[in-house]
C-alpha cells in the first residue's frame, strides 16, 4: 500500500493486488485483474522471491526446496504465461529479476542458486522464442541489496532465517537496483548485471573456474552461519 501511495503520490496509477506467486492461479488472477483495470500489460517485472541459506547436507527436509523453486521459478513462470498474450498485442516488456547466486554456483546456496539458474535459462530461451513477436527480455542479476530478504529467507530446517549471514554494509541500496534494472528494461537490454564484483566473477568462471570456487569457499567460512 505504502508503494501504491508513493506511485500515486508522483501521478501513477496503481492497482494492489495481494499474491501468492507459488500458486498458478493466483498469478492468472494478478494478470486478469491488470488486464480488467488498464486494458493492457506493456511490462511484466518478476521481482516476487525468497532467499535461502543452508549446507545441503544439514537439510533433513527438502520439501522446502520445491516450495523455493515454486516461488522463485515458478511464480515468475506462472506470471508471464498469463501476461504473454498481452505483451505480444504491446510488442512489450519481460524482466526476470534473477540475481549473481544464477551466474556462479555460492556455497550455501544450493536451494537458491538453483531457481536463480533455472530462471536464467527458462528466460534465455524465452527471449529467442520471442524476438520475432517484438516483446523484449531482460534478465536482472543484482547481488547483495539492501532488503530484509536475507532475514526472511529458508534456513536448513524450512523455518525463516531471522538474520543475514553476509556483509550488509555494502549492500546496494534499493533505488539504485531498481533504476539499472528499469533503465535495462527500457533500453531492451538482454541483461542488466550488477556490480564490478558480479561482472568479473562471471568471466572468472570461464577462465579460471577453480580459482572461483576456491574464493567462494572462502567467502563461505567468513559468513555467519545460520541457524
Same mark, same amino acid.
Given at each position: 500500500?505504502?508503494? $501504491?501511495?508513493?506511485?500515486?503520490?508522483? +501521478? $501513477?496509477?496503481?492497482?494492489?493486488?495481494?499474491? %501468492?506467486?507459488?500458486?498458478?492461479?493466483?498469478? !492468472?488472477?494478478?494478470?486478469?485483474?491488470?488486464?480488467?483495470r488498464f486494458g493492457r500489460v506493456d511490462a511484466l517485472v518478476n521481482n516476487a522471491g525468497r532467499s535461502a541459506h543452508a549446507l545441503f547436507e544439514e537439510v533433513a527436509d527438502l520439501a522446502w526446496y520445491e516450495?523455493?523453486?515454486?516461488?522463485?521459478?515458478? #511464480?515468475?513462470?506462472?506470471?508471464?504465461?498469463?501476461?504473454?498474450?498481452?505483451?505480444?498485442?504491446? &510488442? +512489450?516488456?519481460?524482466?526476470?529479476?534473477?540475481?549473481? !547466486? =544464477?551466474?556462479?554456483?555460492?556455497?550455501? &546456496?544450493?536451494?537458491?542458486?538453483?531457481?536463480?539458474? $533455472?530462471?536464467? +535459462?527458462?528466460?534465455? !530461451?524465452?527471449?529467442?522464442?520471442?524476438? $520475432?513477436? =517484438?516483446?523484449?527480455?531482460?534478465?536482472?542479476?543484482? =547481488?547483495?541489496?539492501?532488503?530484509?530478504? &536475507?532475514? &526472511? #529467507?529458508?534456513?536448513?530446517? +524450512?523455518?525463516?532465517?531471522?538474520?543475514?549471514?553476509?556483509?550488509? %554494509?555494502?549492500?546496494?541500496?534499493?533505488e539504485e537496483c531498481a533504476r539499472l534494472i528499469v533503465d535495462g528494461m527500457q533500453a531492451r537490454r538482454r541483461e542488466v548485471v550488477m556490480s564490478a564484483k558480479g561482472k568479473l566473477g562471471r568471466w572468472m568462471?570461464?577462465?579460471?573456474?577453480?580459482?572461483?570456487?576456491?574464493?567462494?569457499?572462502? !567467502?563461505?567460512?567468513?559468513?555467519?552461519?545460520?541457524?
Open positions: 500500500e505504502q508503494v $501504491a501511495a508513493d506511485c500515486a503520490a508522483a +501521478g $501513477a496509477q496503481t492497482l494492489v493486488v495481494p499474491t %501468492d506467486v507459488s500458486v498458478q492461479a493466483q498469478c !492468472a488472477a494478478l494478470v486478469a485483474a491488470c488486464v480488467a516450495e523455493l523453486m515454486k516461488i522463485n521459478l515458478w #511464480g515468475s513462470v506462472w506470471c508471464t504465461h498469463a501476461a504473454l498474450p498481452y505483451l505480444k498485442q504491446s &510488442r +512489450g516488456s519481460i524482466v526476470a529479476v534473477s540475481s549473481l !547466486a =544464477g551466474l556462479v554456483g555460492v556455497p550455501g &546456496r544450493t536451494a537458491y542458486g538453483a531457481t536463480k539458474f $533455472a530462471m536464467s +535459462g527458462f528466460f534465455e !530461451a524465452l527471449r529467442a522464442e520471442l524476438k $520475432a513477436a =517484438g516483446v523484449s527480455v531482460t534478465i536482472a542479476y543484482p =547481488g547483495v541489496v539492501a532488503t530484509r530478504i &536475507r532475514y &526472511r #529467507g529458508f534456513n536448513a530446517a +524450512g523455518g525463516a532465517l531471522g538474520s543475514s549471514s553476509l556483509k550488509e %554494509d555494502k549492500a546496494m541500496p534499493v568462471k570461464l577462465i579460471a573456474p577453480g580459482l572461483v570456487e576456491r574464493m567462494a569457499l572462502a !567467502a563461505l567460512k567468513d559468513e555467519v552461519k545460520p541457524h
